[in-house]
């Protein structure tokens, strides 16, 4: 089984900084099969990025991902209000298909 | 425009059933694979079972084997999840999701890609 392993557990920063939130993997993932989520209080989770580095459908190019191998990062450029929620990371190319435990976006 | 609406959770006792369906509209059910993901109260999210297209391919996650089964009725465009056996850890609200899924020589991918909004399952005496 795939361990990711989130970094900070929470972040705290202000509107318009850049937060930059680490996956790191227990072992190298499939063909960058590592995918991003944010999650906001009461909702399901959201798709940002797929294959590392690939927005989904209708998200702001403010959200870029990167990496491979075992270390994944997710970078968010200038901070809207909306943006502060948890954030996931999923490798989805080897089953069981795993999840990090999350990092938490807070308004500083 | 891609829906996913699940039912079925409630307060079970321990040991009992209970079963999740997901009702799909939006899109062309029968041409995706699916998924069941869920999330233990302030918890981070869990991978649960994975479902092919015809129902013949399924995975799971090592702690329900056994004691869940996912299935789907692409003629009633429903995805289902029968629990049984239930235990304390499997409270959670548990999600659908359609997956974005692939099989090349180098290996698969399984990328749950839309999601509904959960169904709150609690298991307590």
């Known amino acids: 089984e795939i361990v990711l392993t989130q970094s900070p557990g929470t972040l705290s920063l202000s509107p318009g900084e850049r937060a930059t939130l680490s996956c790191r993997a227990s072992?190298?993932?499939?063909?960058?099969?590592l995918a991003w989520y944010q999650q906001k209080p009461g909702q399901a989770p959201r798709l940002l990025i797929y294959?590392?580095?690939s927005r989904a459908t209708g998200i702001p190019d403010r959200f870029s991902g990167s990496g491979s191998g075992t270390d994944f990062t997710l970078t968010i450029r200038r901070l809207e209000p909306e943006d502060f929620a948890v954030y996931y990371c999923?490798?989805?190319?080897?089953?069981?298909?795993?999840f990090g435990q999350g990092t938490k976006l807070e308004i500083k | 425009e891609v829906q996913l609406v699940e039912s079925g959770g409630g307060l079970v006792q321990p040991g009992g059933s209970l079963r999740l369906s997901c009702a799909a509209s939006?899109?062309?059910?029968?041409?995706?694979?699916m998924s069941w993901v869920r999330q233990a109260p302030g918890k981070g999210l869990a991978w649960v079972a994975t479902?092919?297209?015809?129902?013949?391919?399924?995975y799971y996650v090592d702690s329900v084997k056994g004691r869940f089964t996912i299935s789907r009725d692409n003629a009633k465009k429903s995805l289902y999840l029968q629990m049984n056996s239930l235990r304390a850890e499997d409270t959670a609200v548990y999600y659908c999701?359609?997956?974005?899924?692939?099989?090349?020589?180098?290996?698969?991918?399984?990328?749950?890609?839309?999601w509904g909004q959960g169904t709150l399952v609690t298991v307590s005496s």
């Open positions: 294959g590392a580095s």
């Open positions: 999701t359609r997956v974005d899924a692939g099989d090349y020589l180098w290996g698969s991918y399984r990328l749950p890609e839309y």
């Open positions: 999923h490798q989805y190319g080897n089953s069981p298909y795993t």
């Open positions: 072992q190298s993932v499939s063909s960058s099969y």
């Open positions: 939006g899109f062309t059910f029968s041409s995706f694979w």
């Open positions: 479902i092919k297209q015809d129902g013949r391919d399924k």
